[in-house]
């Protein structure tokens, strides 16, 4: 199954996808993650990428592209995978489709509001190491300023910064959110209320997913 979250940043698409990789095995397929990985590891392609995210633009489809190819050949996305963060704009779901890529999709649209993402993304840390995902209030790490999972030093993304995220939610309204309709007459869009809470959020996917999943139609069965 091919599961693919639009939203805002800052809407829970990341903490979704984790939700769902312990759900049913799907592993999150993030493009934000994959470039960021390209800019620590200075490759080419993250040496182009760089200046674009860190104006809240986004990175050219072709570099994104590339990417993401590469990613979704590896053996684990074999049986399904949950894509976070792609595709962005209408170019990009034109290429997603052109991939002629097997299984389902099914894709949730994560409603939130800008000031919603503001809050959220003010409080947000993340783990350089693993790319968990904290908030300081409502999802601290154990120990302060320390990813649960591998132990790094958590930090505030470079791009979360209120000039940055204005630029970012800009880029989303303009590019991103009108998507939503492409999938919504196919048929396959579900509305999801991304203001509630994380639990409360990835119950809702789970609850239109689990039925597919027990139907056979991919991923391993809901643990
Ligand atoms: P994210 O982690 O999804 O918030 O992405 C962080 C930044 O990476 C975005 O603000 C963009 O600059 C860039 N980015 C991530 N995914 C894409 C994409 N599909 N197309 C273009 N740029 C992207």
Excluded: W
Aim: proline share 6%; net charge neutral.
């Amino acid at each position: 199954m091919r599961i693919i979250l639009l939203g805002a940043p800052g809407s829970g698409k990341g903490t979704v996808a984790e939700g769902l990789r312990r759900a049913y095995g799907f592993p999150k397929v993030s493009t934000g993650d994959l470039l960021r990985e390209a800019v620590r590891e200075k490759t080419p392609l993250g040496l182009v990428a760089a200046s674009q995210m860190g104006k809240g633009g986004l990175v050219d489809d072709a570099t994104v592209l590339a990417l993401l190819r590469e990613r979704l050949s590896r053996a684990d996305c074999r049986d399904g995978y949950v894509l976070d963060g792609f595709p962005r704009n209408l170019s990009q779901a034109d290429s997603l489709d052109g991939l002629g890529l097997a299984g389902p999709e099914v894709v949730f649209d994560l409603r939130v509001s800008d000031e919603t993402v503001l809050e959220r993304l003010a409080r947000r840390r993340t783990c350089p190491g693993c790319e968990a995902i904290y908030h300081l209030l409502d999802k601290p790490p154990k120990r302060a300023g320390l990813c649960d999972v591998c132990g790094a030093a958590l930090v505030q993304r470079a791009d979360d910064t209120p000039e940055v995220i204005r630029e970012r939610l800009k880029t989303y309204h303009a590019k991103t959110e009108p998507l939503a309709a492409r999938y919504a007459a196919r048929g396959n869009l579900h509305l999801i209320d991304g203001d509630a809470a994380a639990p409360a959020v990835i119950a809702a996917v789970r609850a239109v997913l689990d039925p597919l999943v027990a139907a056979g139609t991919g991923g391993e069965a809901p643990r």
